[in-house]
């Protein structure tokens, strides 16, 4: 999911909620993963310059270390993203049609 400069602007501000652990974000996507049904074999937490995340074809979930300090729905949104990648590879009409399932009008 790329950045987007709006989304870049959340980032100046301070989220009403604490940061949150690598761990607690690890355990955010494994949640989601089983609720999807979907298991990815590799889950990293990085800095990353230009996308909030990213899913390989290899199954690998890189989330942007930028999450740890963002509102819980918006970690969720990315989450559930690059998740649905492992089911879907490309942006299409099957893709979003799972985002609304999951995630609903956002």
Request: net charge positive; proline share 4%.
């Amino acid at each position: 999911m790329r950045k987007h400069r709006v989304e870049r602007k959340a980032t100046s501000w301070k989220p009403l909620e604490k940061d949150i652990s690598k761990d607690l974000l690890r355990s955010e996507v494994s949640a989601w993963a089983m609720r999807i049904k979907v298991v990815p074999k590799e889950i990293r937490i990085r800095t990353m310059k230009r996308k909030w995340g990213s899913c390989s074809t290899a199954g690998r979930l890189t989330l942007n270390s930028e999450l740890l300090s963002q509102p819980a729905e918006f970690r969720r949104r990315v989450i559930v993203e690059e998740l649905v990648h492992l089911k879907v590879p490309n942006h299409g009409k099957l893709f979003r049609s799972l985002l609304r399932a999951y995630l609903g009008k956002s």
